[in-house]
């Protein structure tokens, strides 16, 4: 959630930052419609206020002027008083539905964009740089979706059978090949970069989804069981990003860097019919997220570091990637700055998004009030928090198969992945 107060102060700054991202005239047009109700909003409060003090002003005084035989006026006075305590209850409604209504407003705009996030839409997304040579078959690569297929690793045929289109049914070496994949993620994250790992609630409640931000922006795509209203987690984010809601944390004890794995769900609303096959667009999936709360002074220096932990993944696998930077109309509800890690997978003829690592600074925390001391006795802070994945599957699941075949359909197993799989050299 944005700052009210930059709203006030500088509501040029934020039409200027949200252009970025969307059109002047919407964003011009959002911003005045918080204004317009903010403005409302406090002048309800401070007419409340002024009557308050009047009733408190002319309490004293009808006391005074009954000592000194002023009876008729002193009971006009009772009467302003009666009628001011009668209107009181309405007040309080008016001001609390103005309230509800600012923060709903504000509620729905996105983070303003850093300085060095691209103005427009996907097409001015910028490619920052790439790792790995897209390897050069001397055979036709198959997709993963037949790899995976002839090799037993998935059933596409009787998943459908179970849940519907969309979901994924490991089979065998298959599913061995996921768990291993996870478990190396955590390793790696856990030993060598340092996280915490926390092993999650897999549904949200409401109070949850909405301090994290994901209630304004995904809630067409999230299961939801609406008996208890829980949500099904979209990602292990706002799970992570709520343990600390409410809190205020000691400044010494920051960074704290979090991992967890999750299953994932979404409905992938609006994307019928879009990257269906195989493994490319499903409703649920496994992946390993890192979440960091951060210095608000250090979150860019933190964030390309949680950039550097994701990519580790793919260079332990051996899969070419590229980093994309995201121009501000392409950037989450919460980020102000994002870059996707792609892995090239040479038998889909595609570059899949495997990760993105933003750095949402303090607008989650601002709606979570998370906070933190810089030292003993100082005035709280909000955290930057930062989200990325570590990665996520399935895709890297496919680009593996994809970037590994061999001519006769076999699959070389990485060789840091080879511990977690009993030592095996290839699938095939």
């Known amino acids: 959630m944005l700052d009210i107060r930059l709203i006030r102060t500088s509501p040029d700054q934020v039409v200027a930052a949200l252009s970025k991202r969307m059109p002047e005239d919407q964003a011009r047009a959002k911003v005045d419609e918080v204004r317009h109700t903010d403005e409302l909003l406090r002048k309800a409060l401070q007419e409340s206020e002024e009557l308050k003090a009047e009733v408190n002003s002319a309490s004293k005084s009808i006391g005074l002027l009954m000592r000194e035989g002023k009876a008729d006026e002193a009971a006009k006075v009772k009467d302003r008083v009666r009628v001011i305590k009668e209107s009181q209850p309405q007040r309080d409604a008016l001001a609390r539905e103005l309230d509800e ?35 050069q078959f001397d055979f036709p690569p198959k997709a ?10 998935i059933d596409f045929a009787r998943a459908p059978k179970l849940a519907g289109s969309g979901f994924i049914l490991y089979k065998g070496l298959g599913a061995k090949l996921e768990r291993a994949l996870i ?25 949850s989804i909405t301090a994290s931000a994901h209630i304004v922006k995904f809630t067409p795509e999230m299961y939801h069981d609406a008996a208890d209203d829980l949500f099904l987690l979209p990602t292990a984010e706002p799970a992570l990003v709520n343990i600390h809601r409410d809190e205020i944390l000691d400044g010494d004890t920051l960074p704290l860097n979090y991992v967890a794995y999750s299953p994932c769900w979404r409905r992938e609303a609006g994307a019928a019919g879009k990257d269906t096959r195989g493994l490319l667009r499903v409703h649920q999936f496994d992946k390993v997220e890192m979440v960091k709360y951060t210095h608000p002074e250090t979150s860019y220096y933190e964030l390309e570091k949680m950039l550097s932990n994701a990519t580790d993944v793919l260079d332990l696998l051996n899969i070419p990637y590229r980093i994309v930077q995201l ?10 700055k994002c870059y996707d890690i792609e892995a090239f997978a040479p038998g889909a003829k595609a570059w899949l998004e495997v990760s993105s690592c933003s750095n949402c600074t303090d607008f989650q925390a601002r709606r979570a009030a998370i906070r933190f001391r810089a030292k003993q006795g100082a005035k709280p802070e909000l955290v930057h928090l930062l989200n990325g994945s570590g990665t996520a599957l399935p895709r890297v699941f ?6 590994h075949q061999n001519a006769d359909g076999s699959i070389n197993i990485p060789e840091a992945l080879q511990p977690y799989l009993g030592g095996l050299k290839k699938i095939g």
């Open 101 to 135: 209504a600012v923060q709903s407003k504000l509620g729905v705009l996105p983070n303003l964009p850093d300085e060095s996030t691209p103005a427009g839409g996907e097409e001015n997304n910028v490619i920052v740089r790439s790792a790995g040579t897209p390897k």
């Open 144 to 153: 993963h979706w037949d790899l995976a297929a002839d090799l037993d690793l």
């Open 183 to 207: 478990q190396l993620m955590l390793d790696l994250h856990i030993d060598k970069h340092g996280y915490t790992e926390w092993q999650t609630p897999f549904v949200l409640n409401r109070e």
């Open 327 to 336: 121009a501000a109309g392409d950037l989450s509800f919460s980020a102000a």
């Open 398 to 403: 496919a680009a593996l198969l994809e970037n």
